[in-house]
Each structure stands twice: as structure tokens, then as C-alpha cells.
């Protein structure tokens, strides 16, 4: 059967997809319909058809699923941010725990049928947990707008209120448009303009202290707009500047500058607090990051005759968590300045700039012999290289934190020859969206 573009067609969802959309069959062919919830009957107009699958969307729900709600925010379509949040938020946590197990079942890592696969873990208000913003900015009419950009184009969808932002951080940016605005700062345009491109504001939960980063083309003048900016907010303690002038799809360029302000800020998680440099990666959800730091420290089950391996260390917030639990600690990250952050927040443990791929080998060869590993990968996964490293040295311990589920599956194909999974561990760090974060407990075989 061979669907056309623009035909209508009736169609039963049989699940939602890894990207959360409805996923049914017409006639042989795998049809996916965004907006759409297992157990629907939608009628819907093919908009893309593909070798292997086709694209629809929703013309008329027929049968509606009881757990269908009615989403809180009025750009939920236009942003496509949050990519689920019309169901309701008992199924989200029900979904994402079938994320992990439809992953599981395309890669097949060896004895997956019987992984335990634990019930994901929610949040209590599911709202506003976001602490840290990247938005796009761009010069409409006379005006700077701030935004995301609508799936799969360039077309700035302008964000003044996000229901799962945090609210300080929506209000610094919402001033900040208007800074620019007034200022009369150059805007970034891919086609004419050099200028700023995107602005990222991150707030501390422990403290409330804001940092800020403009990501811009050229360096610019910001003195006045800093000034005006600080006076209305005094909890921002960090204003940097990053030079990206390269026409790329990544966010920030090499050079990262302060202008204003503290090198870093103080953040919290569990019983231990922690600096944040304006480039150092952490994680979005800082009220479930305590979930999933706790879950990752239980999954490893470390003790004092443990040395560890912080792969992709970050500031070495989740080393940190294991300070005092065993014998040493080792981490790498490819940021100079989470490195130094590293160093800081984890005093008695050795961290190194560069790739765990090259890091790793490097200490093994001095005889550095790990019991325990810990990698927290980014959406990519884990390097072919690294694998081949981890399934050589074998860690009698490995706990694998996951942002992505089927990099996960697909790495525990190569890890699971070695490794034993014991279990996987849920964790929702972004609720509304089709995105969930794992802990998997592997204990060598």
C-alpha cells in the first residue's frame, strides 16, 4: 500500500512513540500521528510519506482516550516543546517507563526480556522546573523577540510565559528583550546580521542567584543594559559573554568571557553544595536531579575499597556524591571550565580535561585499576571507543545515567556481554515532553 501526500485516512493508535507521537498501521504501512494517544480512532491527512512510514496529522479525533487533558499552555503546538502534555500526567510516567522497554525491544541487548524495568518517578507539581533557559533571539519589526524555534525550521516562536519554565528566569529573559530593544544591541540574522544569538539564564535553586550568558557573533556592548539589568534583578551574580561566530547548529562557541560579576555561582543537590561556572553543564530538573543522584549512588552500592571513574564528570556534581563513599575518584570532561569546577567541588579527586575515550586508557596504562564506573553520557551516547575501553577494563561496578533511551539500549548491546543489568530506573526530569532520564545498575558478570 502506497499512501499519498494530502489522502485522509481513518486510523486506530495502537501506542505512542518515542518522539510521543500516536503510532497506528494503515494497511501494512506505520503511520505516525502527532497529538495523537494510544487507544484513539483519529481520521487524519497524510502529510509525509517515506519509504518505510508516513506523517499524518489530525483532522478529527473519533474516539477520544480518557486520559486525554487539555494543555495548559496556549503556544503548546506552535513551541513543540513539551511534546506530551496533553496526557494526562499519571500516563506520561506510564509512557516513559514503555520508552524504555519499546528501546529495549528494537536493540535487543542480550537478555533484555527480563531486565527489570521500574515504574518512572514523578514529580509531585510538574511544573516550573526548568532552571535553566537557552532562547533563541531575533529582531522582529522594531522589536527583540525571544523564543524557541518551531520544530524542523528556523521560524522564532516568541516565549514571553512557559508553564514548565522556572519563573525568575522567564522574567530575566522578558527583560532582557526589552534591554535589547532599547539598547538598540545588534541582533544575530543567519542572512545579514552579526550580533546576539541566544541569551541562557540559569538559576540556583539552593540560593536563587541567577548567572546569564549572551552567545553572540561579534563582541557587543552591554555595559548600560548589564547596569539596568542588575539594578532590576540583584540576584543575578554572573553576566558572560560567548563568542560564536561560526554559522553552526551548536549553541556556544570556544571563547567564554566574564563581564560582570562572579566567576561562578553556588548550587545544592542531596548534602553537598557546589560551584557552577556560566559554561558547566547540570542538570535542567534540579528538584529530580535529587532523585536521580540518590538513585545512581544506591545503584552502585560503592564502598571504601572502590576506586571510581567519573566518566563525562561535568562539574563533578555526581562524583561528588560518592566523596567519602570510596577509596578514590577519578573524572574527565571536555570543558576546561567544568574541569576547574571539578576541581573545586571535588578537593580530594583527580580530573582531567579531554574525552573519556583517551582519558581512560591513559590511566589504565599508568595502572590506575577502577572497580567502579559511573558515565553519564550526553543524547549521543557512549563513544565506540570508550565501549571498547569499559568492556576491556571491566569495572566490577557500573551505574549508566541516561539521557536517551535508545542510545541506552543500543549501548547495553555491547555492555551487556560483560555486564549483568540488574535493573532500570525511570526518572522524569521532563515532564510533558517525550524525554526521560535512566539509571541503569549493571554489575560485571
Known amino acids: 500500500m502506497t499512501l499519498k501526500i494530502k489522502q485522509k485516512i481513518p486510523l486506530n493508535i495502537k501506542k505512542i512513540g518515542i518522539n510521543g507521537e500516536g503510532v497506528g498501521n494503515f494497511k501494512g504501512m506505520t503511520v505516525f500521528v502527532p497529538g495523537a494517544l494510544k487507544g484513539e480512532s483519529v481520521y487524519a491527512e497524510i502529510i509525509?510519506?517515506?519509504?518505510?512510514?508516513?506523517?499524518?496529522k489530525v483532522l478529527k479525533i473519533n474516539k477520544?482516550?480518557?486520559?486525554?487533558?487539555?494543555?495548559?499552555?496556549?503556544?503548546?503546538?506552535?513551541?513543540?516543546?513539551?511534546?506530551?502534555?496533553?496526557?494526562?500526567?499519571?500516563?506520561?510516567?506510564?509512557?516513559?517507563?514503555?520508552l524504555l522497554k519499546q528501546a529495549l525491544q528494537k536493540f535487543k541487548p542480550?537478555?533484555?526480556?527480563?531486565?527489570?524495568?521500574?515504574?518512572?518517578?514523578?514529580?509531585?507539581?510538574?511544573?516550573?522546573?526548568?532552571?535553566?533557559?537557552?532562547?533563541?533571539?531575533?529582531?522582529?519589526?522594531?522589536?527583540?523577540?525571544?523564543?524557541?524555534?518551531?520544530?524542523?525550521?528556523?521560524?522564532?516562536?516568541?516565549?514571553?510565559?512557559?508553564?514548565?519554565?522556572?519563573?525568575?528566569?522567564?522574567?530575566?529573559?522578558?527583560e532582557i528583550t526589552e534591554l535589547l530593544t532599547m539598547h538598540r544591541i545588534p541582533i544575530y540574522n543567519e542572512r545579514q546580521f552579526d550580533g546576539i544569538r541566544t541569551v541562557m539564564v540559569r538559576r540556583s535553586r539552593k540560593t536563587g542567584d541567577v548567572q546569564l550568558i549572551f552567545i553572540s557573533s561579534i563582541s557587543v556592548e552591554l555595559t548600560h543594559l548589564i547596569k539596568s539589568l542588575t539594578e532590576k534583578f540583584p540576584e543575578i551574580k554572573t553576566v558572560a559573554i560567548n563568542i560564536h561566530s561560526k554559522k553552526t547548529s551548536e549553541i556556544y562557541g570556544e571563547t567564554t568571557e566574564i563581564l560582570w560579576g562572579d566567576r561562578a555561582i553556588l548550587e545544592g543537590v542531596l548534602d553537598y553544595s557546589f560551584e557552577l561556572s556560566p559554561r558547566a553543564f547540570y542538570q535542567l530538573n534540579p528538584e529530580q536531579t535529587e532523585i536521580l543522584y540518590r538513585e545512581a549512588v544506591k545503584a552502585m552500592g560503592a564502598t571504601l575499597e572502590d576506586d571510581l571513574i567519573d566518566a563525562y564528570s561535568g562539574t563533578g556534581?555526581?562524583?561528588?556524591?560518592?566523596?567519602?563513599?570510596?577509596?578514590?575518584?577519578?573524572?574527565?570532561?571536555?570543558?576546561?571550565?567544568?574541569?576547574?569546577?571539578?576541581?573545586?567541588?571535588?578537593?580530594?579527586?583527580?580530573?582531567?580535561?579531554?574525552?573519556?575515550?583517551?582519558?581512560?586508557?591513559?590511566?589504565?596504562?599508568?595502572?590506575?585499576?577502577?572497580?567502579?564506573?559511573?558515565?553519564?553520557?550526553?543524547?549521543?551516547?557512549?563513544?565506540?571507543?570508550?565501549?571498547?575501553?569499559?568492556?576491556?577494563?571491566?569495572?566490577?561496578?557500573?551505574?549508566?545515567?541516561?539521557?536517551?533511551?535508545?542510545?541506552?539500549?543500543?549501548?547495553?548491546?555491547?555492555?551487556?556481554?560483560?555486564?549483568?543489568?540488574?535493573?532500570?530506573?525511570?526518572?522524569?526530569?521532563?515532564?510533558?515532553?517525550?524525554?526521560?532520564?535512566?539509571?541503569?545498575?549493571?554489575?560485571?558478570?
Open 317 to 445: 556534581t555526581i562524583g561528588r556524591a560518592f566523596l567519602g563513599k570510596v577509596r578514590s575518584i577519578r573524572g574527565m570532561d571536555v570543558i576546561a571550565e567544568a574541569i576547574a569546577d571539578a576541581k573545586v567541588n571535588v578537593p580530594d579527586g583527580i580530573y582531567e580535561v579531554g574525552t573519556a575515550e583517551t582519558v581512560i586508557p591513559k590511566w589504565l596504562a599508568d595502572g590506575y585499576q577502577p572497580t567502579a564506573l559511573i558515565v553519564d553520557p550526553p543524547r549521543t551516547g557512549l563513544d565506540a571507543k570508550l565501549l571498547e575501553t569499559i568492556v576491556a577494563a571491566k569495572p566490577e561496578k557500573m551505574v549508566y545515567v541516561s539521557c536517551n533511551v535508545s542510545t541506552l539500549a543500543r549501548d547495553l548491546v555491547r555492555l551487556s556481554e560483560v555486564y549483568a543489568v540488574k535493573y532500570i530506573q525511570s526518572v522524569d526530569m521532563f515532564p510533558h515532553t517525550a524525554r526521560t532520564e535512566a539509571v541503569v545498575k549493571l554489575v560485571r558478570k
Open 64 to 98: 477520544k482516550s480518557p486520559h486525554r487533558v487539555i494543555p495548559v499552555c496556549d503556544i503548546y503546538k506552535q513551541c513543540g516543546g513539551c511534546q506530551i502534555m496533553h496526557l494526562a500526567y499519571p500516563q506520561q510516567l506510564k509512557f516513559k517507563q514503555d
Open 110 to 174: 542480550d537478555g533484555y526480556e527480563s531486565y527489570e524495568v521500574r515504574q518512572t518517578i514523578g514529580m509531585k507539581k510538574p511544573e516550573h522546573y526548568r532552571a535553566k533557559l537557552q532562547f533563541q533571539t531575533r529582531l522582529l519589526g522594531e522589536k527583540v523577540r525571544a523564543g524557541l524555534f518551531a520544530e524542523n525550521s528556523h521560524r522564532l516562536v516568541e516565549i514571553k510565559q512557559c508553564y514548565v519554565q522556572d519563573e525568575t528566569t522567564q522574567a530575566v529573559i522578558n
Open 48 to 56: 509525509n510519506v517515506e519509504p518505510n512510514y508516513a506523517t499524518a
